[in-house]
Nanobody, 115 residues
Framework: QVQLVESGGGLVQAGGSLRLSCAAS????????MGWFRQAPGKEREFVAA????????QYADSAKGRFTISREYAENMMYLQMNNLKPEDTAVYYC????????WGQGTQVTVSS
């Protein structure tokens, strides 16, 4: 069983930055793909960024390219999302995801960007 806990969300003005964290427990996830998704009110959950196993290959949604950076601290079973130059359209609940024997999700952390 894998548990994921996100933190770091909050209210920020447009152009500001936030760093989200995802703490994983229950299993070492260094051999598995992890990622960030987000869901805005009235919209479906969408992919933001992902990072593969210990090889560290990354993938980003077009909306995140050039502004967001995903990273992992494998020894600590942690994942991060550095978000810069935030825009109001980035407002959403951000979820941590791990693809192991099944998809695991955290409870989400709210990010609100004011204009």
């Amino acid at each position: 069983q894998v548990q994921l806990v996100e933190s770091g969300g909050g209210l920020v003005q447009a152009g500001g930055s936030l760093r989200l964290s995802c703490a994983a427990s229950g299993r070492t996830l260094s051999n598995y793909r992890m990622g960030w998704f987000r869901q805005a009110p009235g919209k479906e959950r969408e992919f933001v960024a992902a990072i593969n196993n210990s090889a560290g290959r990354t993938q980003y949604a077009d909306s995140a390219k050039g502004r967001f950076t995903i990273s992992r601290e494998y020894a600590e079973n942690m994942m991060y999302l550095q978000m810069n130059n935030l825009k109001p359209e980035d407002t959403a609940v951000y979820y941590c995801n791990a693809r192991v024997d099944q998809n695991y999700w955290g409870q989400g952390t709210q990010v609100t960007v004011s204009s």
